[in-house]
């Protein structure tokens, strides 16, 4: 039997914030979400990709070169990829003496990333920590997810998936059955507006986040709160009412917009959505909190 594989591009050891304690968190690259907010655009293409480290670039066109497909072009401003070209063979990344190219998203087997989650055994458990699957979209390689947290589980490491929801039920079965906690994101209620931010429908996602109710998986509640695109009152009001109806006992945790991921537009070529949006405000926070914390739940604003 062939060894299951996933798509990953990065593994963030003594990650803080992917769920309880010290954690290790698995980031998987695909997503069929497009949000305008999204701070990690190379996890949307579910296949790997050259990315361009601008401040480390010499401008030497040794890349240009070694691009059989002749995709890369040397400018005033650093190098053009055309990404239409580009075969993603990975020969301009091997040319790069000074690693400003790099290739990002490589398949590997559930023991290839086991065997670097199991390093920091020990501080999950002095912490209460585990292993947390992110993306890009978990719900996407579903059959990935459940292999390595059976593998974790089977060694008692707790796991954490962490889903936009938007998937079949099938894969939503799949992730559950292997999953010790779930941390769901909701980006907005209102279908137009979840298509007109996100590229889809709410419609699986809603699904999906009753289906993890009923089978019982504790469930965190995750809100991106982005100024102008879902932080209204009206937005909050009806986010909250569901999810007290839905899972009085989720804890909500609202995740305040920022521009950490802009520089990574940049090394992928393309214009970050929103320049001009800033970070909520302390008192917007606030409100939002209360707002949420008014249908009975407890409610956190995450740094």
């Known amino acids: 039997m062939s060894a299951v594989e996933g798509m990953v591009f990065n593994i963030q050891r003594y990650s803080i914030d992917d769920g309880p304690g010290v954690r290790t968190t698995v980031f998987l690259k695909g997503c069929p979400l497009s949000c305008i907010w999204c701070s990690n655009p190379e996890s949307l293409d579910p296949l790997p990709e050259v990315t361009w480290r601008y401040t ?12 059989p497909e002749g995709a890369i072009t040397l400018t005033d401003d650093g190098i053009l990829i055309d990404r239409n070209g580009c075969s993603r063979c990975g020969s301009c990344v091997a040319a790069c003496l000074p690693g400003a190219l790099a290739l990002s998203g490589r398949k590997m087997t559930v023991e290839e990333v086991w065997s670097v989650v199991k390093r920091d055994r020990d501080y999950y458990e002095v912490s209460g920590g585990g292993v947390t699957c992110s ?11 459940a292999a390595l947290f059976r593998r974790c589980r089977a060694e008692g490491i707790h796991t954490c998936a962490d889903t936009s ?12 059955r292997e999953s010790d906690l779930v941390y769901f994101d909701l980006k907005h209620l209102d279908p137009a507006e ?3 931010l996100c590229g889809r429908s709410n419609g699986p996602i809603l699904r999906n986040l009753e289906l993890t109710v009923a089978r019982g998986v504790p469930l965190v509640v995750r809100l991106p709160l982005v100024p102008g695109c879902n932080d209204t009152d009206e937005n909050l009001a009806a986010t909250g009412a569901l999810v007290a109806r839905l899972a009085a006992g989720a804890e909500v945790h609202l995740l305040p917009y920022h521009h950490y991921g802009e520089s990574k537009y940049r090394m992928l070529g393309k214009e970050y959505p929103l320049p001009e949006v800033e970070s909520p405000a302390p008192e917007a926070l606030e409100r939002a909190k209360t707002i949420i914390e008014s249908y009975g739940l407890k409610c956190d604003i995450k740094k």
């Open 56 to 67: 480390s670039c010499r401008r030497c066109g040794t890349c240009v070169a070694a691009c």
């Open 135 to 145: 993306g890009g979209e978990v719900l996407g390689q579903p059959e990935f997810v």
């Open 165 to 176: 929801g938007w998937g079949s039920p099938e894969a939503m079965e799949t992730v559950l």
């Open 194 to 196: 979840h298509r007109k």
